[in-house]
């Protein structure tokens, strides 16, 4: 039988939310034991959009089935001496608490953290919740709508008159449960195999989880002093073609950013001397004469399907993609063939819904499975379980993953991304470039200047990326520089690399050939497609894989063209799941001693934030029409302008109380008062005149002004933010989210933190170690390591195998 990374271990989940659930869900579809505590009457998330029919007449939620896979449930009331006497006891034979109530209903409680910490020091806890346990925003009234404009990732997309565009439900599920999954396992691997590790408590904040997200902007707003303005609808970035374009059939993503992707979209479209004009010749060029070469671009793309471009395109290394709407996106052949979508079953209820995209080749995930029903366990039914860990956590103990060496042979901002969050969590990640093709993250733009005045150690976004790890370089296409990677790969626990899937194999780095110098070895891949599909050769930023993923399909307005979220979502949410493949892959190497290859799909890794839509055409054979920036029970729900310029903030109206509460903020007592509008129903059958009245208010108040006066008055409200307002956010300061680092060629500037605080602390634990220099550690590594003598290591410099000097430049997109 298949030995699960995760069999052993318990986890018990207290209070609602889809990110605790998908974190739960990541513990129980790799073989943990995940025990649900509900309410009596079942989570209220049962209740939500699509339903089920799961037998008598009993409707379930599909989504909440999706996220509950391989769970069980109890019911107990924590309002309840007896119940929370049982709950308590429970934990006291878990490993791992997930909490999602919020932290001023835990500290009210019966059952609180600190109680919890002193009767049983050695149960490990991560709390979930939207903005942590401490800071101004910690107890605001917040939905995800909200959360993403205060994060940054509302204000940039849409047209650019406004405005902006809300995004449906989905993503805060999938980011904050990664951000939690991964310092919670990380700590549950270092009690169950480290030497007397305490357990650990952490608790995670779902605000700082979309950071990940809106930070890569953020670093360019920090650099440029400015945040770039919204560039309109379907477009992308900062340069052109990119965006969705109709064709004969179905849509095309396009991102088209090198001059060599220019010339090979204009051989493509048959138009190949637009890619010699220079007119053209530049992606800000391009930008600027969009809507002249989109009269051009428009009417070629409607000669062929979007299927035959982008098959076309694969061969001209093209980062392009279908863009599919559910229906299609659930018969493609590609996912099909890596079983990306699997049933889900609950009382006598079935659909189809994307597998965990971790794709262990020798240990995966459970493909989906059977969703307990409320209360299906009784409480005496529960075996007794023994938990490893023996104490608590102390300030003395080393981080997690102290002694876990990862050899990060990434570029850009999925792969590096990953391997922060494991270097952060105290992996020792050494990051292995070249002076020939540095890291692109360093800078694209290979001009005299990038090496005159060593630009490629001044980007931002690379210190961002690149914080406590160690860098060496090391040219693999010469044959020491490859021999010296081998050895250092022989004595580390995992790989990773997000390449295109023929790049390492081309260099002999295929996972045969890795595994024959060290079998006990992880090795994580992150193409487009996988290593393993048809379209494995497939080029792709950021963008295409949100393109590729069926998301743009979801979002905007209905008569709008699918749109694009404008924030390169695939880069950190592929980070995410990689790190947490990468961690899997360890807790089965200690388990077993087995090395494997996680053969990851960062187009599957974005199939979870499209689930509920996925879930809905399964379920019903169709998906509703999109919404805008309405929402499917909240009336009124938008981002609506403010007093200034360009200034806008979210407002989610959840209830018919709240209703009357925005009436007294906007002093409309006409509104409260009219019969018709008292109920949501009533409200949704006059939406635009309830929009209007709303409109009519926050034109004339400054935003930091309205969200104070609305949530006072206890409705969700959030300023829509630019990436570069949020270094002077006041919970970010106020919980330290930003450290001032100092480096060499950058000097003091500022870089993210963490989304997660330990043991109850306001700010982060301290950044470490700022970003390498281009092979800072080279001798280092190279001697301490590797044991080469000094005149091994000049002479390897003589010969151009390593340095510390850029010496030319390579870019280009991911596989």
């Known amino acids: 039988m298949q030995q699960f990374p995760l069999a052993g271990i318990r986890v018990v989940e207290l209070?609602?939310?889809?990110?605790?659930?998908?974190?739960?869900?990541?513990?129980?579809?790799?073989?943990?034991?995940?025990?649900?505590?509900?309410?009596?009457?079942?989570?209220?998330?049962?209740?939500?959009?699509?339903?089920?029919?799961?037998?008598?007449?009993?409707?379930?939620s599909g989504v909440f089935a999706w996220l509950n896979t391989n769970k069980r449930s109890v019911t107990a009331d924590l309002a309840s001496a007896d119940d929370v006497a049982r709950v308590r006891a429970l934990l006291g034979q878990s490993d791992l608490l997930l909490d999602g109530r919020p932290p001023a209903e835990i500290a009210a409680s019966m059952l609180t953290h600190d109680d919890l910490r002193t009767s049983d020091p050695a149960l490990a806890i991560t709390a979930l919740s939207w903005f942590g346990e401490h800071g101004p925003y910690r107890d605001l009234h917040v939905t995800e709508a909200v959360c993403r404009s205060l994060a940054g990732l509302v204000k940039l997309v849409g047209a650019v008159d406004g405005p902006p565009v809300l995004p449906r439900e989905s993503q805060a599920a999938m980011t904050g449960g990664l951000a939690a999954f991964i310092p919670s396992l990380a700590g549950l691997i270092s009690t169950?195999?480290?030497?007397?590790?305490?357990?650990?408590?952490?608790?995670?904040?779902?605000?700082?989880?979309?950071?990940?997200?809106?930070?890569?902007?953020?670093?360019?707003?920090?650099?440029?002093?400015?945040?770039?303005?919204?560039?309109?609808?379907?477009?992308?970035?900062?340069?052109?073609?990119?965006?969705?374009?109709?064709?004969?059939?179905?849509?095309?993503?396009?991102?088209?950013?090198?001059?060599?992707?220019?010339v090979a979209f204009c051989e493509l479209i048959g138009r190949p001397e637009l890619g010699h004009d220079k007119r053209y010749n530049t992606m800000l060029d391009r930008f600027a004469r969009a809507e002249e070469l989109g009269a051009i671009i428009a009417p070629a793309l409607m000669r062929e399907t979007a299927l035959t471009w982008f098959e076309r395109s694969i061969a001209l290394r093209l980062p392009l993609a279908v863009v599919p709407d559910m229906e299609e996106l659930l018969a493609q052949d590609v996912h099909r063939a890596r079983g990306a979508f699997a049933a889900v079953d609950i009382g006598r209820a079935g659909f189809e819904a994307p597998v965990l995209p971790q794709h262990l080749t020798l240990s995966p995930p459970k493909p989906n499975g059977r969703a307990p029903l409320a209360g299906d366990t009784a409480w005496d039914a529960i075996a007794p379980h023994a938990?490893?860990?023996?104490?608590?956590?102390?300030?003395?103990?080393?981080?997690?993953?102290?002694?876990?060496?990862?050899?990060?042979?990434?570029?850009?901002?999925?792969?590096?991304?990953?391997?922060?969050?494991?270097?952060?969590?105290?992996?020792?990640?050494?990051?292995?470039?070249?002076?020939?093709?540095?890291?692109?993250?360093?800078?694209?733009?290979?001009?005299?200047?990038?090496?005159?005045?060593?630009?490629?150690?001044?980007?931002?976004?690379?210190q961002i990326m690149n914080r406590n790890k160690r860098g060496i370089t090391l040219d693999l296409t010469t044959e020491a520089g490859l021999s010296l990677v081998k050895r250092l790969i022989a004595g580390a626990d995992a790989v990773i690399d997000n390449y295109a899937a023929d790049v390492m194999p081309r260099l002999g780095l295929s996972v045969d050939q890795l595994h024959a110098v060290n079998p006990r070895l992880v090795i994580v891949t992150m193409p487009a497609f996988g290593m393993s599909s048809v379209w494995s050769g497939v080029r792709a930023y950021g963008s295409t894989l949100e393109q590729a993923s069926g998301l743009p399909s979801v979002n905007g307005w209905p008569d709008d063209p699918p749109t694009m979220l404008h924030a390169a979502l695939g880069d950190p949410l592929g980070g995410l799941n990689a790190a947490a493949a990468l961690l899997l892959g360890v807790a089965h190497q200690k388990l077993t001693g087995q090395g494997q290859h996680?053969?990851?799909?960062?187009?599957?890794?974005?199939?979870?934030?499209?689930?509920?839509?996925?879930?809905?055409?399964?379920?019903?054979?169709?998906?509703?029409?999109?919404?805008?920036?309405?929402?499917?029970?909240c009336v009124p729900h938008g981002c609506f302008p403010a007093l200034g310029i360009d200034q806008w903030i979210t407002i989610a109206v959840r209830s018919?109380?709240?209703?009357?509460?925005?009436?007294?903020?906007?002093?409309?007592?006409?509104?409260?008062?009219?019969?018709?509008?008292?109920?949501?129903?009533?409200?949704?059958?006059?939406?635009?005149?309830?929009?209007?009245?709303?409109?009519?208010?926050?034109?004339?108040?400054?935003?930091?002004?309205?969200?104070?006066?609305?949530q006072r008055s206890g409705i969700a409200a959030g300023i829509a933010r630019l990436p570069?307002?949020?270094?002077?956010?006041?919970?970010?300061?106020?919980?330290?989210?930003?450290?001032?680092?100092?480096?060499?060629?950058?000097?003091?500037?500022?870089?993210?933190?963490?989304?997660?605080?330990?043991?109850?602390?306001?700010?982060?634990?301290?950044?470490?170690?700022?970003?390498?220099?281009?092979?800072?550690?080279n001798a280092e590594i190279l001697g301490g390591v590797l044991g080469l003598s000094a005149d091994e290591i000049k002479a390897l410099e003589e010969a151009g195998v390593i340095g510390t000097v850029a010496t030319s430049k390579g870019n280009g997109a991911r596989g």
């Not at 059939?249 to 950013?257: A, S, Y």
């Not at 002694?403 to 850009?412: E, N, P, Q, S």
């Not at 939406?687 to 609305?710: F, G, H």
Request: hydrophobic share 40%; charged share 25%; aromatic share 8%.
């Open 15 to 60: 209070g609602s939310g889809d990110a605790l659930a998908y974190c739960g869900k990541l513990f129980a579809d790799f073989g943990a034991e995940v025990l649900k505590v509900e309410p009596p009457g079942g989570d209220p998330l049962r209740r939500a959009a699509p339903l089920v029919d799961a037998g008598g007449g009993d409707l379930e």
């Open 387 to 462: 938990r490893r860990a023996k104490r608590a956590a102390t300030a003395s103990d080393p981080l997690p993953l102290a002694g876990l060496r990862i050899v990060d042979l990434t570029m850009g901002w999925a792969g590096p991304s990953a391997t922060r969050q494991l270097a952060d969590l105290g992996a020792d990640v050494i990051k292995v470039e070249s002076c020939q093709y540095p890291d692109w993250f360093r800078g694209t733009d290979t001009r005299p200047p990038y090496h005159d005045e060593v630009l490629y150690e001044k980007a931002h976004w690379f």
């Open 724 to 777: 570069g307002d949020l270094p002077a956010d006041p919970h970010l300061v106020a919980t330290g989210h930003w450290q001032a680092v100092e480096r060499a060629f950058v000097g003091p500037h500022l870089v993210p933190s963490v989304g997660w605080r330990e043991d109850g602390a306001v700010t982060p634990p301290k950044i470490r170690a700022t970003a390498p220099t281009l092979g800072q550690h």
């Open 598 to 633: 996680i053969d990851l799909s960062q187009v599957q890794c974005m199939l979870p934030l499209v689930a509920p839509f996925v879930i809905e055409q399964s379920a019903t054979g169709a998906t509703a029409p999109r919404l805008g920036n309405r929402h499917p029970t």
């Open 192 to 262: 169950r195999h480290g030497d007397g590790a305490g357990a650990r408590r952490f608790a995670v904040s779902l605000f700082e989880a979309f950071l990940y997200v809106s930070e890569f902007d953020t670093a360019l707003a920090l650099e440029s002093g400015f945040s770039r303005p919204r560039p309109g609808l379907n477009r992308f970035g900062r340069g052109y073609p990119s965006g969705n374009f109709r064709t004969r059939h179905g849509w095309l993503g396009v991102t088209v950013v090198t001059p060599a992707q220019w």
């Open 656 to 710: 018919d109380d709240e209703w009357q509460a925005l009436c007294g903020v906007m002093r409309r007592p006409d509104l409260a008062d009219d019969a018709a509008l008292a109920t949501a129903a009533g409200r949704r059958r006059d939406e635009e005149r309830v929009e209007e009245a709303v409109r009519q208010w926050t034109m004339t108040v400054r935003p930091d002004i309205a969200m104070n006066a609305l």
